[in-house]
């Protein structure tokens, strides 16, 4: 059946892809977005893939005026929610923009929603919100570790949703958890922003490769792993957008919610991922042991079997279609395109 769905912050990384994997599957789909971390290219690039025209409205999640103009101007029969703050070192430093866009920007659209009566919601979620598991891989079963504001938004936000539910079994939502997302669509027309200097490992391999950064810094070479080295579960964007249809239509055919982690459940060390990157780029990668990151944690590996029972989904690409994809889509960017 074809649905329209709402995409806030449809114009960034995983929003675009999603954008893609929901057209494919037949549905039509409305992005708004501000563009405060997303290219203003993204639409036409999107029109590019897709071969059909994208609406794109300009608004900030947290405009109640321009939320109700879209309910009243679309029939939204879901939404998925991406539009939020996502970069953990910056909420340490100014947490109250992280609780005013990830919370009251989540609120915002919960009441437009409501009053709109459409009451299906995915909610993109992380599993930062375990902090430092006790058990790897982890389950969703894991308790919530707030171990900064961007963690606490997403665990505040969760919670909201439960009592949402809660209040009223119109509701239904998704809440999905991701690992560590990576590579970009094998077109390498999207993908993420490689502009700034990245905090994330994979797009800082890139740059390293590219020879816009000299050399990676691993963040320690002596945590409780197999080679010292962090471990984590990156996960094909393709794949986590893949994710969100089936959480969708999960929704829409049953009216039952899900929390589900979306990962592999097979993680990787950072020397891995520069050696996976080394292979897909043909390039060397200079790197050095540095000290450990503060905050950051040994290792994140989903349980993923809830996600294979309940939604019927199963991660198809592996590291090195990460690594062959980003390459592609950051030569692609340096090259101009
Ligand atoms: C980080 C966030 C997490 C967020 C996720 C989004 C922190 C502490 N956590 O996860 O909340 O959901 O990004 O993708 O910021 N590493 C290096 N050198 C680098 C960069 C990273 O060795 O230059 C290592 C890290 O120590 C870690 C692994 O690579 O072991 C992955 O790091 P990163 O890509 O930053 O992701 P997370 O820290 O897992």
């Not at 999107?46 to 109640?64: F, K, N, S, Y």
């Not at 995915?122 to 919530?144: I, L, Q």
């Amino acid at each position: 059946m074809t649905s329209c769905i709402l995409l806030t912050g449809g114009a960034g990384f995983i929003g675009s892809h999603t954008h893609i994997a929901l057209t494919a599957a037949g549905h039509k789909v409305v992005i708004l977005d501000d563009f405060s971390n997303a290219q203003h290219s993204v639409p036409a690039r999107l029109e590019q893939i897709t071969g059909q025209p994208v609406t794109v409205i300009d608004a900030d999640v947290r405009d109640a005026d321009a939320l109700a103009k879209v309910f009243a101007t679309h029939t939204i029969d879901a939404v998925v929610h991406f539009a939020a703050r996502k970069a953990v070192g910056e909420s340490m430093a100014v947490p109250l923009d992280y609780f005013d866009v990830n919370i009251n920007g989540l609120i915002t659209l919960l009441r437009a929603m409501d009053r709109a009566g459409c009451r299906r919601l995915v909610f993109s979620s992380s599993a930062t919100v375990y902090g430092v598991p006790d058990e790897a891989p982890t389950p969703e079963t894991a308790p919530f570790r707030a171990m900064n504001p961007y963690g606490q938004t997403k665990i505040t936000g969760e919670q909201m949703l439960g009592w949402l539910q809660a209040s009223n079994p119109e509701w239904a939502v998704g809440v999905l958890r991701y690992f560590n997302p990576a590579g970009a669509h094998g077109s390498a027309l999207i993908g993420e922003d490689p502009r700034d200097i990245p905090n994330n490992l994979m797009p800082y391999v890139a740059k390293v490769a590219l020879g816009q950064l000299p050399r990676v810094m691993v963040f320690g070479n002596d945590y409780d792993t197999p080679d010292g080295t962090g471990v984590r579960d990156y996960i094909h964007v393709e794949d986590l957008a893949r994710g969100h249809v089936l959480s969708l239509e999960k929704l829409l055919s049953t009216g039952q919610g899900h929390v589900v982690n979306l990962g592999t459940g097979r993680g990787y060390s950072v020397l891995e991922v520069i050696a996976a990157y080394q292979r897909a780029s043909n390039r060397d990668l200079p790197h050095v042991i540095t000290d450990r990151r503060p905050g950051d944690v040994p290792i994140y590996v989903a349980r993923a079997d809830k996600a294979a029972e309940v939604l019927g989904f199963r991660t198809e690409k592996g590291l090195d279609e990460m690594c062959a994809s980003l390459w592609k889509w950051v030569s692609n960017m340096a090259d101009g395109a």
